[in-house]
Nanobody
Framework: QVQLVESGGGLVQAGGSLRLSCAAS????????????MGWYRQAPGKQRELVAG???????NYADSVKGRFTISRDNAKNTVYLQMNSLKPEDSAVYYC??????????????WGQGTQVTVSS
């Protein structure tokens, strides 16, 4: 069974920083972290879930306009972990942050997995 476990959320003042981590695990026969596109999404109350940042298998990154220059996504394939470094946090960054993995197998269609989410609250 594939699991994504987020950590690092919490309460921080505006202007502060947090680093989220997402550790992935699963049977090697059905899940290979290095073959996953990894993403961080967030969902605030009453709003749709949105992509915050993504990182490809090759390490290319993309960001939502609202976080460019403040957030950095990275991955460590040796640790099966993806990170989201969040700097200069704003109250509007408050949300539940979710880790996602799109696994691209050698054969068959891609498979999507989600973590349980971690709360980030930024006080003004």
């Amino acid at each position: 069974q594939v699991q994504l476990v987020e950590s690092g959320g919490g309460l921080v003042q505006a202007g502060g920083s947090l680093r989220l981590s997402c550790a992935a695990s699963g049977p090697a026969s059905t899940f290979v972290f290095s073959n996953c596109y990894m993403g961080w999404y967030r969902q605030a109350p009453g709003k749709q879930r949105e992509l915050v940042a993504g990182i490809t298998i090759g390490g290319s990154t993309n960001y939502a306009d609202s976080v460019k220059g403040r957030f950095t996504i990275s991955r460590d394939n040796a640790k099966n972990t993806v990170y989201l470094q969040m700097n200069s946090l704003k109250p509007e960054d408050s949300a539940v942050y979710y880790c996602s993995a799109r696994y691209i197998p050698q054969v068959g269609p891609p498979r999507d997995y989600w973590g349980q989410g971690t709360q980030v609250t930024v006080s003004s």
